[in-house]
Structures are given as C-alpha cells and as structure tokens.
C-alpha cells in the first residue's frame, strides 16, 4: 500500500515540471499507479518514454480516504 499526503505530493510534482510552478496555476493531476523503485530511477536520470513508464506501471486496485477520528467515547458512533 502507497499512502502520501497531497502536501507533501504537490510540491514534487511542482519542482518536475517547471512550467507548472512558473504559471502558479492550481495543480490539475490524476495518479495511475505506482512503479518500481528501478524504473522510476532510471527515467529521472535517463529519461524515459511514458510508453515505457505504463510498461512497468502497477495500476491501483482501489481508492481509499482515511479520516482521523478523536479518541474516546461518542455515543453518536455505533457499536462493532
């Protein structure tokens, strides 16, 4: 499971693409999946075709939202 948090996200896909930073426009993004660690390395300092990054693309299964709940009791919260 990849877990990442859009702040610390936004500003990677910021710094990779200059003309996005520069337009200071609002980051408009859709993620596919993850790759491996490999690959991904050899495209930063090579480069790589994005025909060559879906090859080696690990789509994802599902989409899940994680919420922080207080601690303790609520009554308004049903019992397992």
Do not use: C
Request: proline share 5%; aromatic share 6%; net charge positive.
């Amino acid at each position: 499971m990849s877990i990442v948090r859009q702040r610390e996200l936004e500003p990677l896909i910021a710094a990779s693409f200059p003309s996005i930073r520069a337009s200071g426009s609002r980051l408009d993004y859709l993620i596919l999946g993850t790759i491996d660690r490999e690959h991904w390395r050899t495209g930063r300092t090579a480069g790589s075709s994005i025909s060559n990054l879906v090859e080696h693309l690990a789509d994802f299964k599902g989409e899940v939202t994680l919420e922080v709940a207080a601690g303790g009791w609520d009554p308004t919260r049903p019992r397992r």
